[in-house]
């Protein structure tokens, strides 16, 4: 049995329009808004949320149950005409944790069970879904977006810091053409608010396990494209340094252990574009474009007060002169909002 949500005090809000009659509109009258349909969750208290690539996939097993593939092209919804009753064209879901919340994203790793926990302690964070009930001439439409508030990601690993940042909106829109097997656009647009991350390699494996799910099948088989968008404000990637690539995991704690040499590579902003293309059957291989814009980028080595070479270090740092245009300087500030990171 896998639990997917927990949640000890909440409340279930459904709101639904009774739909009225078209009426004529009159050319300066303001458009009639659309009739309303909305389901709201709230969590209160003690909420617990799980997922993972099975969990994804029992999800897919009953979405082709209830809801199978329909091999042909989808019929366009008739607008009503005057007189008749108006229909609903799409349903808003809401998701409103109001209350520390846990989530758990659960990935097997060579016959291993292997853990991301996300930890949010400020209660504010919220999951907004639109779902289409009609369908347009080119399609329909699927939106999604979720605001998470102060994440602190941890892996079950020895060394558990992996990134935390004062917010992350994820924003995704998916366009569904009405043939079954044409062309989908996902596009998918993160944005992180002063995220720090720890370089670790927990990530690849997370993909191969949500990739490897059933053998390709051509009857089944349905082209996309996954046009990923990630952008930072202060951002800043630790890589660890040990000799060796050493990690020390020794003191345990919840805290990245004091043992350890980094560097730190921060950025004043970061735009990350990759575009996947998963237009063809089972392709020998695939071209992708990466694109990074960073501005006003800072490397710095993190050094801890146990390491021999850190007094030496800071002789030097206090020492330390630039011969700049404009005279010599002992400070070189990129960001002042990186000095006192």
Known sequence: ?????????????YEQDVPGKMIEQLENAESIPGVHWEIRIKCNKET?????PWADRQRELLWQYFLPTIYEESLITSE????QTRIFKSVHFKLLLNCPTTLDLYFMNKMKLQQLHIECPLKGSHINAVLPFSTNPDGFDTFLSMNILQPIIRTNLSFS????????????????????????????DIT??????????IF???INDWSSSLPPDIYSFTPFIYDITVRGDQVEILIPCNQGN???????GDQESEENNYVSLCAKSLLLTYPLVFSEFCPKNTATDLTIETKDILARLVIPRSNRMYYIIEGLDMHKRFYTPEGVKSQLSL??????R
């Open 1 to 13: 049995m896998f639990q997917i949500f927990e949640c000890s005090e909440g409340e279930l809000e």
């Open 48 to 52: 617990k949320i799980a997922y993972g």
């Open 80 to 83: 009503p005409s005057i007189g």
């Open 161 to 188: 810091p992996l990134a935390q940042a004062e917010n992350i909106l994820i924003n995704v829109h998916i366009h569904y053409p009405r043939l079954w097997n044409s062309l989908q656009n996902w596009l998918i």
């Open 192 to 201: 992180a608010k002063k995220p720090k991350s720890y370089f670790e390699y």
């Open 204 to 206: 690849i494996r997370l």
């Open 246 to 252: 050493w990690i020390d995991c020794s003191n345990g």
């Open 335 to 340: 960001s002042d909002a990186f000095d006192k």
